[in-house]
Protein backbone atom coordinates (compact mmCIF):
# COMPACT_ATOMS: atom_id res chain seq x y z
CA UNK A 1 0.00 0.00 0.00
CA UNK A 2 1.50 3.58 -0.91
CA UNK A 3 1.28 6.79 1.33
CA UNK A 4 0.32 9.12 -1.93
CA UNK A 5 -2.51 10.60 -1.73
CA UNK A 6 -4.73 8.12 -3.83
CA UNK A 7 -7.76 9.08 -1.53
CA UNK A 8 -11.20 10.17 -3.07
CA UNK A 9 -11.82 12.87 0.27
CA UNK A 10 -9.83 14.36 3.04
CA UNK A 11 -11.39 16.76 4.75
CA UNK A 12 -10.18 18.79 7.98
CA UNK A 13 -12.05 20.70 9.83
CA UNK A 14 -11.89 22.50 13.35
CA UNK A 15 -15.24 21.79 15.56
CA UNK A 16 -17.64 24.67 15.56
CA UNK A 17 -18.47 23.64 19.12
CA UNK A 18 -15.11 21.92 20.61
CA UNK A 19 -12.27 23.96 18.74
CA UNK A 20 -10.72 20.69 17.70
CA UNK A 21 -9.53 19.34 14.63
CA UNK A 22 -11.66 16.78 13.08
CA UNK A 23 -10.49 14.38 9.91
CA UNK A 24 -12.28 12.64 7.83
CA UNK A 25 -10.56 10.61 5.17
CA UNK A 26 -11.98 8.32 2.40
CA UNK A 27 -9.75 6.18 0.64
CA UNK A 28 -12.12 4.35 -1.90
CA UNK A 29 -15.59 3.86 -2.84
CA UNK A 30 -15.33 1.31 -5.49
CA UNK A 31 -16.96 -1.77 -3.79
CA UNK A 32 -19.47 0.93 -1.91
CA UNK A 33 -19.84 3.65 0.62
CA UNK A 34 -16.40 4.16 2.75
CA UNK A 35 -16.61 2.81 6.41
CA UNK A 36 -14.17 3.07 8.92
CA UNK A 37 -13.99 3.89 12.85
CA UNK A 38 -13.76 6.95 14.77
CA UNK A 39 -10.59 7.55 16.40
CA UNK A 40 -10.21 10.18 19.24
CA UNK A 41 -6.56 10.18 20.98
CA UNK A 42 -4.24 12.42 21.74
CA UNK A 43 -1.46 13.51 19.40
CA UNK A 44 1.38 15.70 19.12
CA UNK A 45 0.66 17.51 16.75
CA UNK A 46 -2.89 17.27 14.54
CA UNK A 47 -0.65 16.83 11.27
CA UNK A 48 -0.28 12.93 13.01
CA UNK A 49 -3.78 12.52 13.10
CA UNK A 50 -3.93 13.03 9.85
CA UNK A 51 -1.51 10.76 8.75
CA UNK A 52 -3.18 8.25 10.99
CA UNK A 53 -6.56 8.81 9.51
CA UNK A 54 -4.42 8.28 5.75
CA UNK A 55 -2.45 4.69 6.49
CA UNK A 56 -6.05 3.30 8.35
CA UNK A 57 -8.51 4.62 5.73
CA UNK A 58 -6.91 2.60 3.34
CA UNK A 59 -6.15 -0.42 5.39
CA UNK A 60 -9.83 -0.31 5.80
CA UNK A 61 -10.21 -0.52 2.04
CA UNK A 62 -8.14 -3.46 1.73
CA UNK A 63 -9.63 -4.91 4.80
CA UNK A 64 -13.10 -4.85 3.25
CA UNK A 65 -11.58 -5.88 0.00
CA UNK A 66 -10.17 -9.24 1.02
CA UNK A 67 -13.22 -10.01 3.58
CA UNK A 68 -15.50 -9.92 0.43
CA UNK A 69 -17.61 -6.75 1.96
CA UNK A 70 -18.57 -4.30 -0.74
CA UNK A 71 -17.72 -1.27 1.03
CA UNK A 72 -14.79 1.21 0.63
CA UNK A 73 -12.68 2.21 3.26
CA UNK A 74 -12.51 5.66 5.20
CA UNK A 75 -10.97 6.47 9.15
CA UNK A 76 -12.29 9.84 11.26
CA UNK A 77 -10.27 11.34 13.97
CA UNK A 78 -10.39 13.83 16.31
CA UNK A 79 -6.88 14.85 17.17
CA UNK A 80 -6.13 16.08 20.99
CA UNK A 81 -3.24 17.87 21.61
CA UNK A 82 -1.62 16.62 24.57
CA UNK A 83 -2.15 19.72 26.77
CA UNK A 84 -5.59 20.31 26.47
CA UNK A 85 -8.16 18.20 29.17
CA UNK A 86 -10.85 16.22 27.66
CA UNK A 87 -13.86 16.94 29.62
CA UNK A 88 -17.05 15.21 29.44
CA UNK A 89 -18.67 18.19 27.94
CA UNK A 90 -15.44 18.43 25.06
CA UNK A 91 -16.22 15.05 24.27
CA UNK A 92 -19.59 15.73 23.44
CA UNK A 93 -18.91 18.63 21.61
CA UNK A 94 -16.39 17.07 19.85
CA UNK A 95 -18.60 14.46 18.67
CA UNK A 96 -21.61 16.16 17.73
CA UNK A 97 -18.63 18.08 15.52
CA UNK A 98 -18.08 14.97 14.39
CA UNK A 99 -21.61 13.95 13.78
CA UNK A 100 -22.67 17.18 11.89
CA UNK A 101 -19.55 16.40 9.64
CA UNK A 102 -20.59 12.60 8.67
CA UNK A 103 -23.69 13.61 7.95
CA UNK A 104 -22.38 16.04 4.99
CA UNK A 105 -21.55 12.26 3.69
CA UNK A 106 -24.91 11.66 2.99
CA UNK A 107 -24.21 7.55 3.79
CA UNK A 108 -20.98 7.81 1.56
CA UNK A 109 -18.71 7.80 4.74
CA UNK A 110 -19.68 5.78 7.56
CA UNK A 111 -18.55 5.26 11.36
CA UNK A 112 -18.25 2.88 14.04
CA UNK A 113 -16.20 2.86 17.60
CA UNK A 114 -12.38 2.89 17.15
CA UNK A 115 -9.26 3.85 19.69
CA UNK A 116 -11.33 6.06 22.18
CA UNK A 117 -14.71 5.92 21.28
CA UNK A 118 -17.32 3.20 22.28
CA UNK A 119 -20.94 2.20 21.70
CA UNK A 120 -21.99 4.98 23.78
CA UNK A 121 -20.22 7.40 21.55
CA UNK A 122 -21.92 6.18 18.53
CA UNK A 123 -25.35 7.57 20.10
CA UNK A 124 -24.10 10.69 19.97
CA UNK A 125 -23.24 10.88 16.82
CA UNK A 126 -26.27 9.36 15.68
CA UNK A 127 -28.07 12.48 16.61
CA UNK A 128 -26.99 13.42 13.45
CA UNK A 129 -26.83 10.44 10.71
CA UNK A 130 -28.06 7.14 10.88
CA UNK A 131 -24.86 5.80 9.79
CA UNK A 132 -23.16 5.20 12.90
CA UNK A 133 -22.54 1.48 13.73
CA UNK A 134 -22.13 -0.48 17.21
CA UNK A 135 -24.52 1.77 18.97
CA UNK A 136 -25.89 -0.16 22.01
CA UNK A 137 -28.91 -2.76 21.31
CA UNK A 138 -30.89 -0.23 22.88
CA UNK A 139 -30.49 2.43 20.54
CA UNK A 140 -30.52 -0.21 17.59
CA UNK A 141 -26.73 -0.95 16.91
CA UNK A 142 -25.28 -4.65 17.42
CA UNK A 143 -23.16 -3.07 20.53
CA UNK A 144 -19.25 -3.96 21.43
CA UNK A 145 -17.74 -5.35 18.14
CA UNK A 146 -14.94 -6.88 20.76
CA UNK A 147 -16.54 -10.63 20.40
CA UNK A 148 -16.95 -10.55 16.75
CA UNK A 149 -13.16 -9.07 16.27
CA UNK A 150 -12.54 -11.74 18.68
CA UNK A 151 -14.41 -14.24 16.75
CA UNK A 152 -12.86 -13.45 13.58
CA UNK A 153 -8.99 -13.27 14.48
CA UNK A 154 -9.35 -17.40 16.40
CA UNK A 155 -10.71 -18.54 12.86
CA UNK A 156 -7.42 -16.81 11.10
CA UNK A 157 -5.46 -18.28 14.02
CA UNK A 158 -6.94 -21.91 13.64
CA UNK A 159 -6.03 -21.89 9.76
CA UNK A 160 -2.89 -20.35 10.32
CA UNK A 161 -2.17 -23.02 13.20
CA UNK A 162 -3.28 -26.08 10.74
CA UNK A 163 -0.82 -24.64 8.05
CA UNK A 164 2.14 -23.89 10.56
CA UNK A 165 1.21 -26.69 13.01
CA UNK A 166 -0.71 -29.23 11.13
CA UNK A 167 -3.18 -28.76 13.57
CA UNK A 168 -6.20 -25.97 14.24
CA UNK A 169 -6.76 -26.47 17.66
CA UNK A 170 -3.98 -25.09 19.30
CA UNK A 171 -4.23 -27.79 22.05
CA UNK A 172 -0.93 -27.72 24.27
CA UNK A 173 0.43 -24.77 22.07
CA UNK A 174 1.78 -21.58 23.87
CA UNK A 175 0.16 -18.47 22.96
CA UNK A 176 1.29 -15.44 23.90
CA UNK A 177 -1.84 -12.81 23.49
CA UNK A 178 -0.02 -8.77 23.96
CA UNK A 179 -3.00 -6.81 24.98
CA UNK A 180 -5.63 -7.96 27.45
CA UNK A 181 -8.52 -5.71 26.60
CA UNK A 182 -12.20 -6.59 24.87
CA UNK A 183 -10.69 -8.33 22.19
CA UNK A 184 -7.47 -9.60 23.55
CA UNK A 185 -9.06 -11.07 26.53
CA UNK A 186 -12.15 -12.61 24.14
CA UNK A 187 -9.15 -14.07 22.29
CA UNK A 188 -7.53 -15.97 25.63
CA UNK A 189 -10.82 -17.34 26.63
CA UNK A 190 -11.60 -19.32 23.40
CA UNK A 191 -8.16 -20.24 23.24
CA UNK A 192 -7.67 -21.60 27.13
CA UNK A 193 -11.27 -23.42 26.18
CA UNK A 194 -9.33 -25.42 23.62
CA UNK A 195 -6.61 -26.16 25.81
CA UNK A 196 -3.71 -24.05 24.68
CA UNK A 197 -1.34 -22.60 27.59
CA UNK A 198 -2.32 -18.85 27.49
CA UNK A 199 0.18 -16.04 28.66
CA UNK A 200 -0.59 -12.22 28.57
CA UNK A 201 0.21 -8.76 28.52
CA UNK A 202 -0.63 -5.32 28.92
CA UNK A 203 0.35 -1.99 29.48
CA UNK A 204 -2.12 -1.74 32.10
CA UNK A 205 -1.00 -3.60 34.94
CA UNK A 206 -4.59 -3.50 36.94
CA UNK A 207 -5.22 -6.18 34.24
CA UNK A 208 -2.52 -8.57 35.79
CA UNK A 209 -4.96 -9.41 38.41
CA UNK A 210 -7.37 -10.57 36.16
CA UNK A 211 -5.39 -12.36 33.76
CA UNK A 212 -3.94 -14.47 37.01
CA UNK A 213 -7.56 -15.04 38.04
CA UNK A 214 -8.27 -16.17 35.05
CA UNK A 215 -5.56 -19.00 35.28
CA UNK A 216 -3.69 -17.30 32.51
CA UNK A 217 0.03 -16.55 32.75
CA UNK A 218 1.30 -13.22 32.62
CA UNK A 219 4.55 -11.60 31.15
CA UNK A 220 5.86 -8.27 31.44
CA UNK A 221 5.08 -5.71 28.45
CA UNK A 222 8.88 -5.58 27.10
CA UNK A 223 9.16 -8.28 27.07
CA UNK A 224 5.96 -9.97 24.97
CA UNK A 225 7.20 -10.12 22.18
CA UNK A 226 10.42 -12.20 23.00
CA UNK A 227 9.14 -14.70 25.26
CA UNK A 228 8.58 -18.44 24.44
CA UNK A 229 5.64 -19.11 22.38
CA UNK A 230 3.93 -20.95 19.41
CA UNK A 231 2.00 -18.08 18.34
CA UNK A 232 2.33 -14.67 19.34
CA UNK A 233 -0.84 -12.48 19.06
CA UNK A 234 -0.80 -8.38 18.88
CA UNK A 235 -3.70 -7.32 20.49
CA UNK A 236 -2.96 -3.81 21.44
CA UNK A 237 -0.49 -1.04 20.27
CA UNK A 238 0.41 -1.18 16.38
CA UNK A 239 3.68 -0.90 15.05
CA UNK A 240 5.31 -3.78 17.13
CA UNK A 241 6.88 -5.78 14.41
CA UNK A 242 9.85 -4.10 13.15
CA UNK A 243 13.89 -4.44 12.25
CA UNK A 244 14.14 -4.39 16.17
CA UNK A 245 11.79 -6.79 17.48
CA UNK A 246 11.58 -9.55 14.33
CA UNK A 247 14.65 -11.03 15.17
CA UNK A 248 13.51 -11.44 18.93
CA UNK A 249 10.32 -13.15 18.35
CA UNK A 250 10.34 -17.33 18.93
CA UNK A 251 6.82 -17.97 17.67
CA UNK A 252 6.17 -19.52 14.62
CA UNK A 253 2.88 -18.00 13.48
CA UNK A 254 1.78 -14.31 13.75
CA UNK A 255 -1.95 -13.55 14.05
CA UNK A 256 -3.43 -10.71 15.82
CA UNK A 257 -6.07 -7.56 15.62
CA UNK A 258 -3.65 -4.68 16.22
CA UNK A 259 -4.29 -2.21 13.39
CA UNK A 260 -0.83 -1.43 11.25
CA UNK A 261 1.76 -3.72 13.44
CA UNK A 262 4.26 -3.37 10.89
CA UNK A 263 6.14 -0.33 10.97
CA UNK A 264 6.72 -0.90 6.85
CA UNK A 265 5.49 -3.40 4.42
CA UNK A 266 9.43 -4.64 4.23
CA UNK A 267 8.98 -6.07 7.38
CA UNK A 268 6.77 -9.02 5.79
CA UNK A 269 9.70 -10.23 3.81
CA UNK A 270 11.74 -9.77 6.99
CA UNK A 271 9.37 -12.60 8.98
CA UNK A 272 9.03 -14.77 5.99
CA UNK A 273 12.75 -14.82 5.71
CA UNK A 274 12.50 -16.31 9.37
CA UNK A 275 9.92 -18.57 9.10
CA UNK A 276 7.35 -16.83 10.53
CA UNK A 277 4.10 -16.85 9.06
CA UNK A 278 2.44 -13.84 9.50
CA UNK A 279 -1.30 -12.97 9.11
CA UNK A 280 -2.32 -9.73 8.27
CA UNK A 281 -3.59 -7.06 10.58
CA UNK A 282 -6.68 -6.23 8.08
CA UNK A 283 -7.57 -10.04 7.43
CA UNK A 284 -7.32 -11.06 10.85
CA UNK A 285 -9.26 -8.28 12.30
CA UNK A 286 -12.10 -7.94 10.16
CA UNK A 287 -14.63 -9.98 12.09
CA UNK A 288 -16.31 -6.83 13.89
CA UNK A 289 -16.63 -4.95 10.61
CA UNK A 290 -18.07 -7.68 9.59
CA UNK A 291 -20.43 -8.13 11.90
CA UNK A 292 -21.41 -4.99 12.63
CA UNK A 293 -22.46 -4.35 8.59
CA UNK A 294 -23.92 -7.76 8.01
CA UNK A 295 -26.40 -7.13 10.67
CA UNK A 296 -26.98 -3.52 10.55
CA UNK A 297 -26.32 -2.65 6.91
CA UNK A 298 -27.70 -6.08 5.17
CA UNK A 299 -29.81 -7.07 7.78
CA UNK A 300 -28.34 -10.74 8.40
CA UNK A 301 -29.59 -12.68 11.20
CA UNK A 302 -26.96 -12.63 14.36
CA UNK A 303 -26.51 -16.76 13.00
CA UNK A 304 -25.71 -15.65 9.82
CA UNK A 305 -22.99 -12.75 10.75
CA UNK A 306 -21.62 -15.49 12.66
CA UNK A 307 -20.85 -17.92 9.87
CA UNK A 308 -19.81 -14.72 8.11
CA UNK A 309 -16.89 -13.85 10.26
CA UNK A 310 -16.10 -17.32 10.64
CA UNK A 311 -15.18 -17.75 6.90
CA UNK A 312 -12.04 -15.48 7.80
CA UNK A 313 -10.85 -18.70 8.40
CA UNK A 314 -11.34 -19.49 4.96
CA UNK A 315 -9.77 -16.71 3.83
CA UNK A 316 -6.63 -16.90 5.33
CA UNK A 317 -6.40 -20.40 4.37
CA UNK A 318 -7.20 -19.17 0.38
CA UNK A 319 -4.48 -16.75 1.20
CA UNK A 320 -2.02 -19.44 2.32
CA UNK A 321 -2.87 -21.48 -0.58
CA UNK A 322 -2.23 -18.52 -3.13
CA UNK A 323 1.30 -17.04 -1.00
CA UNK A 324 2.89 -20.61 -1.14
CA UNK A 325 1.99 -21.02 -4.76
CA UNK A 326 2.90 -17.88 -5.89
CA UNK A 327 5.66 -17.99 -3.89
CA UNK A 328 4.79 -14.85 -2.02
CA UNK A 329 4.08 -13.45 1.63
CA UNK A 330 0.37 -13.32 2.68
CA UNK A 331 0.49 -9.81 2.92
CA UNK A 332 1.25 -9.55 -0.80
CA UNK A 333 -1.41 -12.27 -1.48
CA UNK A 334 -3.86 -10.20 0.62
CA UNK A 335 -2.87 -6.93 -1.28
CA UNK A 336 -3.57 -9.06 -4.92
CA UNK A 337 -7.09 -10.19 -4.02
CA UNK A 338 -7.65 -6.61 -2.76
CA UNK A 339 -6.61 -5.41 -5.92
CA UNK A 340 -8.51 -7.87 -8.38
CA UNK A 341 -11.54 -6.68 -6.53
CA UNK A 342 -11.12 -3.62 -6.90
CA UNK A 343 -9.63 -3.12 -10.34
CA UNK A 344 -12.83 -5.64 -11.32
CA UNK A 345 -15.21 -2.58 -9.77
CA UNK A 346 -13.24 -0.27 -12.07
CA UNK A 347 -14.22 -2.01 -15.06
CA UNK A 348 -17.26 -2.98 -14.54
CA UNK A 349 -18.14 1.10 -13.23
CA UNK A 350 -16.20 2.27 -16.83
CA UNK A 351 -18.62 -0.45 -18.70
CA UNK A 352 -21.73 1.36 -17.43
Known amino acids: ?38 RLRRYDTWQHGLADALRLSEAMTYKAAVAGLDFGGGKSVIALDNDTALTPQLRETALEDLGELIASFQGSYRTGPDVGTGPEDMVVLRRFSPYAYCAPEGHGGTGNSGGPTATGVLAALRAGARHVFGDASCTGRTVVISGFGSVGSGIAAGLAAKGAHVV ?84 ASAGGIAYALSRESENYSHEAAQKRVEGIGDTVTRLLDLALSAGTTLLRAAQQIAERRLASSDLEAHAV
Open 200 to 283: VSDLEASRKEAALASGYGWVEPGQALSAPADILVPAAVGGVLNDVTVPQITARLVVGPANNQLTEERVADALAERGIVWVPDYV
Open 1 to 38: MSQALAHEDVIIRRGRRSGLPLIVAVHSRALGPAVGGC
